[in-house]
């Protein structure tokens, strides 16, 4: 039922490991996207692909490599972990259309990643 | 390069006050923007979406008002309620190529007292 869905919805880890984050929409959506919402609460984008091809990539260490299967999912792989790392990672989707105005996004519910 | 400022940081009122949030952007050329709210441990909701047309929008006990040129948008929560206690952010869709990129603003973590 869930739109947007996130796994794992915890993730703890030590520092120098490596990890991956699932994201799956089931809106029938054709762009997804990675955000990460830091210790003060500030969102920022990372990532966004649309139909599979990457159309943004914000400044993010190359540790940071995003996969895309189908239009439907957008996983995250997190090389080499630092402390850094830590916050909560945001998926989200929008449906087609021009860059306009009705490209409201939805938000998965998170995945909080502590690495210590 | 587009900055968007929420305040207050932090709002605590007693139920049923009337209270408004607001939010600035530097840039006025931006597509659209995007009221949200962000439950402890959970997701961002969408309250109101407005585009650069329009000067506000309203749901329910929410009014969310736009004025591009000043670059500021408030939302006006009527009569609150402890159910309305959440972080609120703001966030514009900028002008920019094909892109769908939302830069969020700084949040207003609201506390309604019962």
């Known amino acids: 039922d869930t739109a947007v869905s996130q796994t794992p919805k915890y993730l703890v880890t030590q520092m120098g490991n490596d990890k991956s984050i699932k994201c799956e929409q089931n809106?029938?959506?054709?762009?997804m996207y990675w955000y990460k919402q830091d210790s003060k609460k500030f969102l920022k984008i990372m990532f966004s692909y649309n139909n599979k091809e990457l159309i943004i990539n914000e400044t993010v260490p190359n540790r940071f490599s995003p996969k895309s299967p189908d239009k439907a999912h957008l996983n995250l792989h997190i090389n080499s972990l630092e402390l850094g790392d830590s916050a909560v990672y945001f998926c989200?989707?929008?449906?087609?259309?021009?860059?306009?105005?009705?490209?409201?996004?939805?938000f998965g519910p998170g995945t909080r990643l502590t690495v210590l | 390069k587009q900055e968007v400022t929420q305040i207050p940081a932090a709002l605590s009122v007693p139920e049923g006050e009337n209270l408004v949030l607001n939010c600035s952007f530097t840039?006025?050329?931006?597509?659209?923007l995007q009221w949200f709210r962000q439950d402890p441990g959970k997701g961002l909701t969408s309250l109101l979406l407005?585009?650069?047309?329009?000067r506000e929008q309203t749901s329910g006990r929410l009014n969310a008002s736009l004025d591009k040129s000043s670059g500021r948008s408030t939302l006006y929560i009527a009569a609150s309620q402890p159910g309305d206690s959440a972080t609120y952010l703001c966030?514009?869709?900028?002008?920019?190529?094909?892109?769908?990129?939302?830069?969020f603003g700084t949040g207003t973590l609201l506390a309604v007292q019962p």
């Open positions: 809106l029938g959506h054709d762009t």
């Open positions: 966030a514009v869709k900028d002008y920019g190529g094909a892109t769908n990129k939302l830069i």
């Open positions: 840039d006025s050329a931006i597509y659209n």
């Open positions: 989200a989707s929008s449906p087609p259309g021009l860059a306009g105005a009705y490209n409201e996004q939805f």
């Open positions: 407005i585009q650069s047309s329009q």
